[in-house]
């Protein structure tokens, strides 16, 4: 008999350096204890993977809850804010940010479910992620396929989203809904001196859409300020491109909304930031943060990847580098696929919570 090759045992055998005793092992659920969807989650911290991350970003959504349900102090109170919409609740201020992709899909009333019961303090959202929820309220979104033919599609005059279809008749709905508006808006320009930023046309719309099923029905009723620095890019800004012609005049200013944002950020006893999606309300959240030298919690939740230098790919530590997140934080990034797994962390953290407290006031 041969010898084993001692260069082969050595690297094949090569004995580990001991992993500290109160290192987590991996373990995940076990069906045996029957179907529960709750315990089941939680195991997603301890399973590995992407499954881990959802269970940091559940974990990290709790703290924020856990700090945003303490009390003011008396020397906390917001008494000299005048702007209801702005005014410090709590002890955390949780910034919401999400694509319109996100309005468009059944993600809609997931987010609604948020804005409807103020258990969010701002909404950072695009021009897609307002009007999608306006032309919801006038006529449906249909269910289609990632394979249907964009050129028949055309022909048809359905547009595709995804597998999702949107009729063009529900834009022309939209147009004939918010034409008045705009003519109305520019009457209060010209005759009470009102200056229209993107948030208070958003809080004039949802007013006006008077429908519950609407997430920004429910932003302004509860004085939750809506941000859509781009407002003008999708079919709010074509409405308004053809207003422009019939009814010259109307200024909208985003400088006032960008102020309003900061404050919120820059009075903050403590900041929470949970954004859905990359682009434009990724970067307006966290600059807004960089205002207080960071926020203290963070989850972002979307598909992008950092290796092309991109703010959405970015992972959290970048923020860090920029004095967006603060360095003490324990902020998560989730790599999936929103309308997989937002519910399902809303699941865990807000609604949970909203149940247990109604349960525990009948």
Same mark, same amino acid.
């Given at each position: 008999?041969?010898?084993?090759?001692?260069?082969?045992?050595?690297?094949?055998?090569?004995?580990?350096?001991?992993?500290?005793?109160?290192?987590?092992?991996?373990?995940?659920?076990?069906?045996?204890?029957?179907?529960?969807?709750?315990?089941?989650?939680? *195991?997603?911290?301890?399973?590995?993977?992407?499954?881990?991350?959802?269970?940091?970003?559940?974990?990290?959504?709790?703290?924020?809850?856990?700090?945003?349900? @303490?009390?003011?102090?008396?020397?906390? @109170?917001?008494?000299?804010?005048?702007?209801?919409?702005?005014?410090?609740? *709590?002890?955390?201020?949780?910034?919401?940010?999400?694509? *319109?992709?996100?309005?468009?899909? $059944?993600?809609?009333?997931?987010?609604?479910?948020?804005?409807?019961?103020?258990?969010?303090?701002?909404?950072?959202?695009?021009?897609? $992620?307002?009007?999608?929820?306006?032309?919801?309220?006038?006529?449906?979104?249909?269910?289609?396929?990632?394979?249907?033919?964009?050129?028949?599609?055309?022909?048809?005059?359905?547009?595709?989203?995804?597998?999702?279809?949107?009729?063009?008749?529900?834009?022309?709905?939209?147009?004939?809904?918010?034409?008045?508006?705009? +003519?109305?808006?520019?009457?209060?320009?010209?005759?009470? $001196?009102?200056?229209?930023?993107?948030?208070?046309?958003?809080?004039?719309?949802?007013?006006?859409?008077?429908?519950?099923?609407?997430?920004?029905?429910?932003?302004?009723?509860?004085?939750?300020?809506?941000?859509?620095?781009?407002?003008?890019?999708?079919?709010?800004?074509?409405?308004?491109?053809?207003?422009?012609?019939? @009814?010259?005049?109307?200024?909208?200013?985003?400088?006032?909304?960008?102020?309003?944002?900061?404050?919120?950020?820059?009075?903050?006893?403590?900041?929470?930031?949970?954004?859905?999606?990359?682009?434009?309300?990724?970067?307006?959240?966290?600059?807004?943060?960089?205002?207080?030298?960071?926020?203290?919690?963070?989850?972002?939740?979307?598909?992008?990847?950092?290796?092309?230098? *991109? +703010?959405?790919?970015?992972?959290?530590?970048?923020?860090?580098?920029? $004095?967006?997140?603060?360095?003490?934080?324990?902020?998560?990034?989730?790599?999936?696929?929103?309308?997989?797994?937002?519910?399902?962390?809303?699941?865990?953290?807000?609604?949970?919570?909203?149940?247990?407290?109604?349960?525990?006031?009948?």
């Amino acid at each position: 008999m041969s010898a084993e090759p001692e260069i082969a045992k050595d690297a094949v055998l090569k004995r580990s350096e001991r992993i500290p005793e109160d290192t987590p092992q991996v373990h995940g659920y076990d069906f045996n204890q029957g179907v529960d969807y709750s315990k089941l989650l939680e *195991s997603y911290v301890h399973t590995g993977f992407q499954a881990s991350n959802l269970g940091l970003a559940i974990k990290e959504i709790n703290k924020m809850l856990d700090c945003r349900a @303490q009390p003011l102090d008396a020397e906390q @109170q917001d008494v000299h804010e005048t702007d209801e919409f702005i005014r410090r609740r *709590s002890k955390c201020t949780i910034f919401l940010g999400y694509t *319109s992709n996100l309005v468009s899909s $059944g993600m809609r009333e997931t987010l609604r479910f948020l804005a409807e019961h103020r258990m969010i303090d701002c909404i950072v959202t695009t021009a897609g $992620g307002v009007e999608e929820d306006f032309i919801k309220c006038l006529a449906p979104t249909f269910m289609g396929s990632f394979e249907l033919n964009g050129r028949d599609l055309r022909e048809r005059g359905i547009n595709r989203i995804g597998n999702l279809l949107v009729p063009n008749d529900n834009y022309c709905k939209f147009e004939d809904w918010l034409m008045p508006l705009l +003519d109305e808006m520019l009457e209060e320009q010209r005759s009470k $001196g009102t200056v229209w930023s993107p948030s208070r046309i958003i809080q004039r719309l949802g007013e006006r859409i008077d429908d519950p099923s609407s997430i920004y029905y429910w932003a302004a009723k509860n004085q939750i300020p809506v941000y859509c620095p781009a407002l003008t890019d999708g079919s709010l800004g074509d409405m308004m491109y053809f207003h422009s012609f019939r @009814q010259p005049g109307l200024v909208v200013d985003i400088l006032s909304d960008l102020r309003r944002l900061n404050t919120m950020a820059v009075k903050a006893v403590n900041s929470g930031m949970i954004i859905v999606g990359g682009g434009i309300i990724k970067h307006h959240i966290c600059n807004a943060n960089l205002m207080r030298n960071g926020a203290d919690y963070s989850v972002f939740i979307n598909t992008a990847s950092e290796f092309d230098g *991109s +703010d959405s790919g970015a992972r959290p530590d970048e923020a860090v580098s920029w $004095g967006k997140i603060r360095k003490e934080a324990t902020p998560v990034k989730v790599y999936a696929e929103a309308t997989l797994v937002f519910p399902l962390i809303v699941g865990e953290t807000f609604a949970k919570r909203h149940f247990s407290h109604k349960d525990a006031t009948m």
